[in-house]
């Protein structure tokens, strides 16, 4: 039996091709994707495409179109056994984190690819990202989906979607996992690392949680940085910190009024760091006790995107019970490393 895998089609690179006589890239209809690469149709699934009317640089790809997307494949869960969403690279871990914690109790693979070079470019990556990517998309195994989970697959390797980062607007090798394994290698053999992949509650059936708010504002210290300036910032439910280290920010008094006074307004104040691996520590710094005292919720090592998404998500979420802080700080999706 062919696997159907569902492949939406958002816009980026991957959806391009050079205009030889200007030089410029510009999106191709992708209708015909099928004579662009006729390897796809070698490969052992059935692929449907749906592609967006307007292709989208992922710059402009945000709540909306997550919920767009979100939708989508709600709305066609049971017909597909697969989904394949071809994305613009720049913002494509916030597309895959946010869409990790819009889909709950995920049993099929939805993967995100893109390229780096346009499709019908010479050295061009996006056949193997988009031929490989089909591959995980319609895994199976005793007729149970390998991957039941968000994921990014790009040059060769499989993430988790919200432990995924850009890090190279240069390499092949753009995206890094720094926090967390692999979940699976391309080489001569498609490799899955079982033990690394998530998998959703027994009881917990599949749902599309549409929720997101945009009341958060994110802001990354730096040394001499005015932090009073905080205070004449217009209202906001979460402030997500990108502090250094460990977890540290400037030990003054300046500092502590300005954090309390927007704790006493109502804000939360989410910590995460500005180091691409490792993650916050509390407490292991006299220079991060400040956060213990206006009770800050610790990011741990979760990646900026993943924060932020995290918490549009979570910010007044009927769905969900207890405090932001209490949910925040719980694994959801694999999303932050239990301690
Ligand atoms: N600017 C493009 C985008 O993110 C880059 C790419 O697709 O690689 O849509």
């Known amino acids: 039996m062919k696997r159907k895998v569902l ?27 099928f004579q662009k690469i006729p390897e796809m149709k070698l490969i ?3 692929v449907f495409v749906h592609p967006f009317k307007i292709p989208l640089d992922s710059s402009d790809m945000g709540p909306e179109e997550w919920k767009i997307i979100a939708n989508y494949i709600a709305k066609n869960y049971e017909k597909y056994d697969g989904f394949l969403i071809l994305h ?5 871990s916030y597309t895959a984190s946010a869409l990790s914690f819009m889909l709950k109790g995920l049993r099929k693979p939805v993967i995100l690819t893109g390229s780096q070079l346009p499709i019908g470019d010479l ?12 591959y ?66 027994k009881d917990e059936k599949f749902s599309a949680d549409l929720h997101i708010s945009q009341d958060v504002l994110f802001w990354r210290i730096f040394p001499g940085m005015q932090i009073s300036h905080f205070s004449e910032i217009p209202k906001m439910k979460v402030l997500i910190l990108q502090v250094f280290g460990s977890g540290t920010i400037f030990n003054t008094k300046k500092t502590k009024q300005t954090l309390e006074k927007l704790r006493n307004n109502g804000t939360e104040i989410v ?29 741990k090592d979760m990646t900026a995107e993943s924060a932020i998404t995290k918490a549009m998500h979570l910010i007044d979420n ?21 301690d």
Do not use: W
């Open 271 to 299: 910590v995460v760091s500005q180091c691409v691996s490792g993650g916050i520590s509390i407490g292991k710094y006299n220079n991060s006790n400040i956060f213990k005292e206006i009770n800050a919720i610790s990011g």
């Open 7 to 33: 492949l939406i089609y958002t816009g980026g690179t991957i959806g391009m091709e050079k205009d030889y006589e200007t030089g410029s890239l510009r999106a191709f209809n992708f209708e015909n994707i």
């Open 123 to 134: 050295r061009t990556d996006a056949k193997e990202n988009l031929l490989t990517s089909l």
């Open 318 to 338: 009927p769905t969900y019970k207890g405090s932001f802080a209490e949910n925040f700080e719980k694994n959801l999706r694999g999303e932050i490393s239990e």
């Open 136 to 201: 995980y998309a319609s895994l199976y195994e005793n007729d149970e989906a390998v991957i039941q989970e968000v994921a990014l697959y790009f040059e060769y390797k499989l993430l988790r979607g919200n432990r995924s980062l850009k890090y190279s607007a240069e390499f092949f090798d753009a995206y890094q996992s720094p926090n967390y394994p692999i979940l699976g290698q391309s080489g001569v053999h498609l490799n899955v690392e079982k033990e690394n992949l998530f998998r959703s509650k």
């Open 44 to 46: 052992e699934c059935e």
């Open 88 to 92: 613009g690279t720049d913002t494509m």
